[in-house]
């Protein structure tokens, strides 16, 4: 037992030392991991509102490009939709910086779950609703602007919430474009300091202290939800 | 014509390399899938024993392993743990990575099947006679098992793209196969667009099946 | 076709009680489908100027259906709907009738106030903002100016106390005054009711049928889809009882509740009574 905390307390020691040389480059790959995050959660959440839309559209081909997009969203791994991205286009003439990419690749996977997600949303408020719309003259685009997406908004948050906790997680794929966020920093210190486990637990760490407090307001937000529904029935 | 052909000789052959990569990304979803259900399941029946520091551990580990990215606990297994004298291959260590954290998500999707039982059927079990254990067994798991088929099915898609992660640990499966293949021949474009379709290929059957469990429970409410 | 008319009438249309024998709605024909069932079969009607006709008759009858053809929620199979002349949902091109654009149709059915069985007020919105939305959103009104005439509208149904609540948090009779004072805030020609008092509880029905009255008394032009005999006798000019997707009796209260002719119309009435 002794001998395991001794070797527990070594273990600690190293930070110490080592943490003012890692924090600048950590705090620099936090900012990136951010902006990737929120980036690629922005471009998700502007793909998947239109998709969500075009879905549920009664024009047959709109429908049918949502559905083909989401089925190839929902098969392919964002990893692969990176390196198609940042390796394949090239070739082609296209070329984009890391973090570009990043967050274009990830918001373009991440699109087709929000689009599931907002269409969940969309269809859980009564149709009744769009028709009371219509009554008071108000265009379609108007219905879904001030009756439906506000509603479906506030229906599809705690499924919003955890889509972003998965994206913060998934930033870390564009480490593997060379984008300079924590996973690559992380890998970079692990073979300059030879000091892998403590990197990585560091960054396993920075990454719960960012996905932790999301994942409990979600929660809260959900069971909010609940209770609201069950007044109203 | 011509480049039509080309094309189609220059797929056949990335084709075959790939696919050995896919045999290695369906030991890797099928090794990780086991370990994450077992642990699941197991965790999800622990809580219902309602032992608080038991659960409190439960808790800390679905939290901890739902929030680590799958590359940081990948690298951690593979990277991580030689600190410990622990050097594992590629394989098991993407195996054990993806497991647990699979783990994580298996542990809620069951304990949310099993919540959403009303416990008026525990007690019902409870009045013919059944001990806890049996109605466990015979009552509550069997219909908690159905309730969480698709969100399985839901997990197992996800599984079988989170795999191509164990790329960066060198696991030979097929995005590794076609990172190399692609510094081979240069024909990055083709080879990730066929990649893009194995996957596909891959995840396709199972999300037909989940849509038709969730068309089926839809009906049914 | 229906402009002479309406010149003509227009043109004699010096007093009171001109105006009030002006025509204001006219159902022309109408017939609806839904795939091998016939629900309407044959409807004319015409509504005056400041008139309250009722619409009654067994459930499946047809008369929601009815309701939701006159603007258009649903597509007549055919027929025609005019408001103050104006052809609803279509344009005459030449001698064929071709689908009028969603704008269009939009500004019209702003003539038609509807009021829903089931309110459906939007849940995300307060009660003021409710009623405010279609001066607010759709007539361009500012802000201010939408709020203030929600808030007079809302007077109007005795619901202003209530302007911040959600609709939730409102009873169903609540919910149904401030389905009228949405009707009310886009100004509309004619007020559409179908069973406004239907899905409420028996205790809350009085309360909305006090606020249907005042609107009658004001010379609103409505009507009124109503399973309250009673309430139709005592506010419509004119009672329309429907079966089959068809008119089978319509004319005075009097005539249609107190005195049925058809044998359909006697055994309906004596249903109700029990
Ligand atoms: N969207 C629809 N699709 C198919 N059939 C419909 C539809 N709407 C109504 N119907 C049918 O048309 C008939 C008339 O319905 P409608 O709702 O107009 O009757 P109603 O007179 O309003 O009855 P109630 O008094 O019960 O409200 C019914 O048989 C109904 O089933
Ligand atoms: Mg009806």
Same mark, same amino acid.
């Given at each position: ?233 | ?123 019902? &079990? ?44 060198? &696991? ?50 | ?21 002006? @025509? ?21 009607? $015409? ?26 929620? @649903? ?6 709907? %005019? ?13 064929? %009738? ?21 309110? %459906? ?20 009104? $500012? ?22 609540? %959600?609709? @939730? ?106």
């Amino acid at each position: 037992m002794m001998e395991y905390l001794d070797q527990f307390a070594a273990f600690l020691s190293v930070y110490p030392a080592k943490l003012p040389q890692w924090e600048g480059v950590l705090i620099r790959a936090i900012k990136t991991t951010l902006i990737v995050t929120a980036g690629s959660f922005a471009v998700a959440l502007v793909i998947g509102v239109l998709l969500a839309l075009a879905r549920l559209s009664k024009n047959a081909l709109l429908r049918g490009i949502a559905r083909f997009y989401i089925e190839i969203a929902r098969g392919v791994p964002a990893l692969v939709i990176l390196f198609l991205l940042y390796f394949g286009l090239p070739p082609l003439g296209i070329v984009m910086d890391a973090v570009p990419t990043a967050i274009l690749g990830l918001g373009l996977s991440t699109g087709g779950y929000v689009a599931e997600i907002i269409r969940a949303g969309i269809e859980a408020t009564h149709k009744g609703q769009r028709e009371a719309g219509l009554t008071i003259g108000m265009s379609s685009w108007q219905i879904n602007r001030y009756i439906i997406l506000p509603q479906a908004a506030r229906i599809s948050l705690p499924s919003l919430m955890n889509t972003l906790i998965t994206v913060l997680k998934d930033s870390s794929l564009a480490s593997l474009i060379t984008a300079p966020e924590l996973m690559l920093r992380a890998k970079a210190i692990s073979s300059t300091d030879f000091l892998p486990m403590h990197i990585l637990l560091l960054v396993g760490a920075i990454y719960l202290c960012l996905a932790i407090p999301l994942s409990q307001l979600s929660r809260l937000l959900e069971r909010r939800m609940f209770s609201k529904l069950g007044n109203r029935m | 014509m011509e480049q039509f052909g080309d094309l189609f000789t220059r797929s056949a052959s990335h084709l075959e390399v790939l696919l050995q990569g896919a045999g290695v990304t369906v030991m890797i979803t099928l090794g990780s899938f086991v370990m994450a259900v077992t642990i699941g399941l197991v965790l999800a029946v622990a809580r219902t024993w309602k032992i608080r520091p038991l659960n409190a551990l439960i808790a800390i580990y679905v939290e901890v392993f739902r929030g680590l990215p799958t590359l940081t606990l990948l690298f951690i297994c593979y990277f991580g743990l030689t600190y410990v004298g622990i050097k594992l291959n590629p394989l098991p260590a993407a195996i054990i990575g993806l497991g647990l954290s699979g783990g994580a998500y298996c542990t809620e999707i069951f304990r949310s099947g099993i919540s959403a039982l009303h416990h008026g059927q525990r007690e019902a &079990a409870a009045a013919i006679g059944m001990t806890p254990m049996r109605a466990m067994r015979f009552v509550i798991l069997p219909q908690a098992l159905r309730i969480t088929l698709p969100p399985l099915g839901n997990y197992a898609i996800g599984l079988i793209k989170d795999t191509a992660v164990a790329s960066a640990v060198a &696991a030979p499966e097929i995005l590794f196969r076609a990172r190399n293949l692609s510094t081979e021949t240069f024909d990055t474009a083709l080879i990730y667009l066929l990649v893009a379709v194995l996957y596909l290929v891959m995840t396709f059957p199972l999300a037909r099946w989940v849509d038709h469990l969730e068309k089926k429970r839809k009906a049914w409410q | 076709m229906n402009g002479n008319g309406q010149i003509h009438v227009n043109r004699c249309d010096f007093g009171v009680k001109m105006t009030e024998n002006k @025509e204001l709605l006219r159902i022309e024909g109408l017939r609806k489908d839904f795939g091998t069932l016939q629900v309407l079969k044959d409807i004319s009607l $015409s509504v005056g100027q400041s008139k309250k006709v009722a619409l009654i008759g067994p459930s499946g009858s047809g008369k929601t259906t009815l309701l939701r053809c006159i603007n258009h929620l @649903e597509s007549p199979t055919g027929g025609h709907i %005019y408001l103050d002349g104006d052809l609803i949902g279509e344009e005459k091109r030449g001698v064929r %009738y071709v689908r009028s654009s969603a704008a269009r149709l939009a500004r019209q059915r702003l003539d038609m106030g509807f009021v829903f069985q089931n309110f %459906y007020l939007w849940p995300h919105l307060t009660v003021q903002e409710n009623v405010a939305l279609c001066p607010w959103k759709v007539q361009g009104k $500012s802000q201010k100016e939408a709020m203030d005439l929600a808030e007079a509208m809302l007077e109007k149904v005795h619901m202003a106390h209530k302007r911040k609540e %959600y609709p @939730e948090r409102l009873s169903g009779g609540q919910q149904q005054r401030v389905g009228i004072a949405r009707a009310l805030a886009q100004q509309p020609k004619i007020i559409l009711f179908d069973e406004p008092t239907s899905a409420l509880d028996p205790e809350l029905v009085g309360e909305v049928l006090g606020v249907i009255q005042e609107l009658a008394a004001e010379g609103r032009s409505m009507v009124l889809v109503t399973h309250e005999i009673r309430f139709a006798r005592d506010v419509a000019d004119e009672v329309v009882f429907m079966d089959g997707g068809l008119v089978v009796e319509k004319g005075a209260p009097a005539d249609v509740i107190d005195n049925p002719s058809n044998e359909r119309t006697i055994r309906f009435l004596g249903q109700l009574r029990g």
